[in-house]
């Protein structure tokens, strides 16, 4: 037990180091640790993971704009939709989602069983953005054609539901958003996607307010040592190739994705 306990806190601070590391993917592991290694339920987790997250991102997001990396105004425009999206299903949609969702001949789809999948879905997603080689990303080239407002306040509404319902900060879709979309220079995608996640995540906590029983000490330990991490973080980034690193990691978050999905498919018993 000790030694899962001490193995949940490493991988909390690597949730913050990995984002001071490549500004984005830390926020993907969050629920994954709280479930695992904490043992925490999977819908309290997203709400735990909303705090810890948006904290985390918040701290990021300072240093970033004490740089001059922040665009305070695209983050607000872009978190307009996002930020909405969040609070509305943190407030409304969570709370009426049913313990059992359905039956599929003798298979019972329950809430518990929906959420972990869903999350491995979007870890696999995650990781296929970080691996694969985005050519426009890494040379920096960017949209001249001007923003396209419709299809960035439907990003904003799908990064706020993926937010909202799985605690999830979706910065591999922020950040290719905020590049070729808007035309930010990839500095300035990371930071102003720090600012967004923060946005989205803290104001979902909000959202989640009254719902649940909230362990206060545990989670400001947890975001304690995860802001710890992306401190860290932003140090070891100037020494470390961010590149190399983000590929590593993307392998790593698909077998966890991966994992997740036998584990829960095949492995277990149904959880009630």
């Known amino acids: 037990?000790?030694?899962?306990e001490i193995l949940a806190y490493i991988a909390s601070a690597l949730i913050g180091i990995s984002l001071g590391l490549i500004g984005g993917g830390?926020?993907?592991?969050?629920?994954?640790v709280l479930v695992?290694?904490?043992?925490?339920?999977?819908v309290l987790s997203t709400s735990y993971s909303?705090?810890?997250?948006?904290?985390t991102s918040l701290v990021g997001a300072i240093n970033s704009y004490r740089k001059g990396l922040v665009r305070i105004k695209t983050a607000l425009l872009f978190g307009l939709s996002s930020i909405t999206t969040v609070f509305l299903t943190r407030r409304y949609l969570i709370p009426i989602i049913p313990d059992q969702l359905l039956m599929i001949g003798g298979f019972s789809v329950t809430r518990y069983l929906a959420t972990m999948v869903l999350f491995a879905i979007l870890m696999i997603a995650a990781s296929l953005a970080m691996i694969g080689d985005n050519n426009k990303l890494k040379s920096g080239e960017t949209s001249k054609k001007g923003v396209h407002i419709p299809r960035?306040?439907?990003?904003?509404?799908?990064?706020?539901?993926?937010t909202g319902l799985l605690g999830a900060g979706g910065g591999f879709l922020l950040i290719p958003t905020l590049v070729l979309l808007i035309g930010l220079p990839m500095k300035e995608a990371v930071g102003t996607s720090l600012l967004i996640i923060a946005l989205n995540s803290l104001i979902g906590f909000i959202g989640d307010l009254g719902h649940f029983d909230i362990n206060w000490l545990f989670l400001l330990k947890i975001t304690a040592i995860a802001i710890a991490?992306?401190?860290?973080?932003?140090?070891?980034?100037?020494?470390?190739s961010g590149q190399k690193l983000k590929k590593g990691f993307g392998w790593f978050v698909l077998m966890m994705g991966t994992y997740i999905i036998v584990k829960e498919l095949f492995l277990k018993k149904q959880t009630p």
């Open 229 to 240: 991490g992306i401190i860290a973080g932003e140090a070891l980034s100037k020494q470390i």
């Open 1 to 4: 037990m000790q030694m899962m």
């Open 26 to 32: 830390g926020s993907i592991l969050t629920v994954p």
């Open 36 to 42: 695992y290694l904490f043992g925490l339920n999977p």
């Open 152 to 162: 960035l306040l439907l990003t904003g509404v799908a990064i706020g539901l993926a």
């Open 50 to 55: 909303l705090f810890i997250v948006g904290s």
